[in-house]
């Protein structure tokens, strides 16, 4: 959106100036508003820890779900195509708003994240920085992170010892992979950490929103003859 005035300005001795336009340029973020899904893949990690721990996927629950269940997690690993749901929520009702955590264990995720995990899962969870997850939903994957059918080793999503995580306002995005509603740590950004509390490039847990970020306002004034 762009808005040009032109300002008149009547000076004592009679003369009138006509040079001042003031132009207003409004950037306006273009991401797409959260579709009409219940849960959405809000961040991936590959931790520092003995082990590569924690491994874990968050989830944001973007409308109130009665039954979990119908929901399940799979890692595609190492570029292989789809394992399938590997991880099937319980029949437990979920709150709009909520996390949910799925980690490979519960002591180090605790370790370092400094609460426990929600969910256990030694397969779905499995992931070393250069596998894709899915989100399924009675079957059908209704949100996907990376590439299932890649390696990440080296791609523009590897997460090696580091993170990647939703961009808000994004997702869910089917079975086909965004890259652009994605940011991420860079690989090997959690290298040394202990904690995400004092990490350098904490893993931005939790602060995934169905609302896109402010629009971006720029003003700039023009003098004109």
């Known amino acids: 959106m762009?808005?040009?005035?032109?300002?008149?300005?009547?000076?004592?001795?009679?003369?009138i100036m006509r040079?001042?336009?003031?132009?207003?340029?409004?950037?306006?973020?273009?991401a797409h508003p959260v579709a009409a899904q219940e849960l959405v893949i809000s961040g991936v990690v590959d931790g520092p820890l003995t082990g590569g721990t924690p491994k874990?996927?968050?989830i944001y629950v973007v409308s109130d779900v009665a039954d979990l269940s119908v929901f399940g997690v799979g890692?595609?690993?190492?570029?292989g195509g789809s394992d399938g749901e590997e991880f099937t929520f319980p029949a437990?009702?979920?709150?709009?708003?909520?996390?949910?955590?799925?980690?490979t264990e519960a002591v180090a995720f605790n370790d370092f994240f400094g609460f426990t995990p929600d969910y256990i899962s030694g397969s779905a969870a499995s992931i070393n920085g250069d596998d894709a997850i899915e989100l399924f939903r009675n079957g059908?994957?209704?949100?996907?992170f990376g590439d299932i059918n890649?390696?990440?080793t080296g791609q523009a999503w590897d997460y090696l010892d580091g993170w990647a995580y939703r961009v808000s306002g994004t997702g869910p995005d089917g079975s086909t992979f965004a890259l652009a509603n994605w940011t991420f740590s860079s690989p090997n950004a959690l290298d040394g950490e202990t904690s995400n509390g004092t990490a350098a490039a904490p893993f931005p847990i939790g602060t995934f929103s169905t609302t896109a970020a402010e629009p971006e306002l720029i003003i700039n004034e023009v003098d004109a003859d």
């Open 56 to 58: 874990a996927v968050e």
């Open 140 to 144: 059908a994957v209704t949100d996907v």
């Open 2 to 15: 762009a808005l040009h005035e032109t300002t008149t300005i009547q000076l004592k001795d009679g003369a």
């Open 150 to 152: 890649v390696d990440g």
């Open 19 to 30: 040079n001042s336009i003031l132009v207003l340029t409004a950037l306006v973020a273009m």
């Open 75 to 79: 890692s595609a690993n190492n570029g």
């Open 92 to 103: 437990v009702a979920a709150t709009a708003g909520e996390f949910i955590y799925v980690a």
